[in-house]
């Protein structure tokens, strides 16, 4: 009986020193940690570099309407906001030698003479005043109004003057106008002086429009500075940096499971895309887009969108 307690009490000495030996060797195992994140791809299309700056409309060339004599007006043609062209009637006057002849006309048919004189516009334009109304009194080279020359529209372009180099003459732009609509336009000309408080500098914009605006327009203005037909465009999120902004790199998946930290040189930045010059990437390749900041230059990830 002494025999059978001696061999059973050995039998359990070795199972409680075999689960303690499993027991170790599963908490030497390395525990592996993997970082859920979404991936996408590198795209091939073209990107711009702008700059926007504010703009204002005017006509360059107004014509004032004027009287040629003293007298009344009897009769007005015209309103603010009207097309006229060169030679329209826009007012009549009376003066008071011609009311007076003019009661002669009734008496005598023979008698050619209305008694009044037509006011005419000197350009073809739109009448942005109409200063006098119907029996207002003028006198000779008194103003009755304005009419601007409506090829004469122009925006003004204000610029800072550290990057006037973006606004060259001969340059195309794009307008904004407050309700969304988009006018393309041409850099014409600058002016040679610079706001003493602001230091902008002021360029002429000639737009493409086929309808009439308004003067003092305020307007926005995106110049391009650098663009490039074919380029190699990914999230802005998915590009990573050091402190000093000296240093870029992506974290690119070598399989489903696997990230290693890949450097690389940026270029142009539009919006929430960026350029990525260096090195060359297949549009197979996938890059991790969200979750990759904090990784180590290789890391186990988990895709859990693509």
């Known amino acids: ?14 199972q409680l020193l075999s689960c303690g030996n499993n027991s170790s060797n599963k908490s030497d195992e390395p525990v592996r940690v993997s970082t859920p994140v979404t991936v996408t791809n590198i795209e091939i299309t073209p990107i711009s570099d702008v700059v926007s700056f504010n703009a204002v409309s005017v006509y360059q060339r107004k014509n004032i309407i004027k009287s040629n004599v003293n007298g009344y007006i009897c009769k007005s043609f015209i309103n603010p906001g009207d097309i006229v062209k060169i030679g329209q009637p826009i007012y ?15 008496q005598d048919s023979t008698l050619n003479f209305k008694g009044s004189l037509a006011i005419t516009s000197p350009t073809s334009g739109v009448i942005i005043e109409a200063n006098k109304q119907v029996n207002d009194y003028v006198s000779d080279g008194e103003q009755l109004g304005i009419v601007a020359v409506q090829n004469s529209f122009v925006f003004v372009l204000n610029v800072p003057f550290e990057q006037n180099k973006y606004a060259v003459t001969g340059k195309k732009c794009t307008i904004f106008l407050p309700d969304s609509t988009v006018l ?6 600058r002016l040679s002086t610079v706001d003493p408080v602001s230091q902008t500098q002021s360029f002429i914009i000639k737009p493409i429009v086929n309808s009439v605006l ?14 490039k ?18 240093n870029f790199w992506v974290m690119k998946l070598i399989d489903d499971t696997t990230a290693v930290r890949t450097a690389i040189k940026p270029g142009i930045t539009a919006g929430n895309k960026i350029e990525i ?5 297949s549009l197979k390749d996938r890059i991790i887009n969200k979750g990759n900041y904090g990784l180590s230059d290789t890391a186990f990830v988990n895709i859990i969108q693509h």
Do not use: R
Not at 96 to 106: I, P, R, T
Not at 232 to 240: C, E, H
């Open 1 to 14: 009986m002494s025999h059978i307690k001696i061999i059973l009490g050995a039998l359990l000495s070795f």
């Open 92 to 106: 009549e006057l009376k003066t008071k030698e011609g009311d007076a002849l003019s009661k002669y006309v009734q």
């Open 184 to 189: 393309e336009g041409t850099i014409t000309g």
């Open 214 to 227: 308004p003067e003092n327009l305020s307007v926005q203005v995106q110049i391009t500075k650098s663009s």
């Open 229 to 246: 037909i074919t380029a190699q465009i990914i999230d802005k999120l998915s590009v990573l940096s050091d402190e000093t902004m000296e």
């Open 277 to 281: 010059i260096s090195p060359v990437f």
